[in-house]
């Protein structure tokens, strides 16, 4: 199975399944040599997933607004996921938007929102909204120990 090793400079390099694991494994802060495609890079400064689910991974990056496990209307301010109703004063009196707590959103932390029309869906079908989405062992993983090995 290959993965793509995604920059934030929006470079896309397809490796395998070992060099994967090495990424996976290296601290936050440290350096990582992929010698087969030359490039060195921090582990902070990319993004790994599978090849398969390229397609919605990248759709789901694109987003702009969307709904919260409680039902919270969200959308994105510079790239990060706020409350959407509102902004509160900070101490010089410019208003800010309100920030979300990332251990009672998993969601945010892995940048999966549901969007307006998913989050009917799930309340039509009284899903789980982690498993509706696909993100129910990730979140596991969050909470126990952090991504430390590869998905299938």
């Known amino acids: 199975m290959n993965y793509i090793l995604a920059l934030t400079t929006g470079e896309k390099f397809i490796i395998s399944k070992d060099e994967a694991e090495l990424v996976i494994k290296t601290a936050n802060d440290d350096s990582i040599a992929i010698k087969r495609i030359g490039l060195m890079v921090q582990k902070r400064m990319c993004l790994i997933y599978p090849e398969h689910s390229a397609d919605r991974l990248e759709e789901r990056r694109k987003q702009q ?12 301010h510079f790239g990060q996921w706020v409350v959407d109703t509102g902004l509160v004063p900070d101490d010089n009196d410019n208003y800010q938007p309100i920030r979300l707590d990332r251990q009672y959103y998993p969601e945010i932390s892995l940048d999966t929102v549901a969007t307006e029309e998913e989050f009917f869906k799930i309340i039509e079908t009284k899903q789980n909204y982690y498993e509706f989405l696909g993100i129910n062992d990730r979140i596991k993983r969050l909470e126990n120990r952090g991504f430390t090995q590869l998905l299938e």
């Open 65 to 76: 607004t969307g709904i919260l496990h409680d039902g919270t209307n969200v959308r994105k």
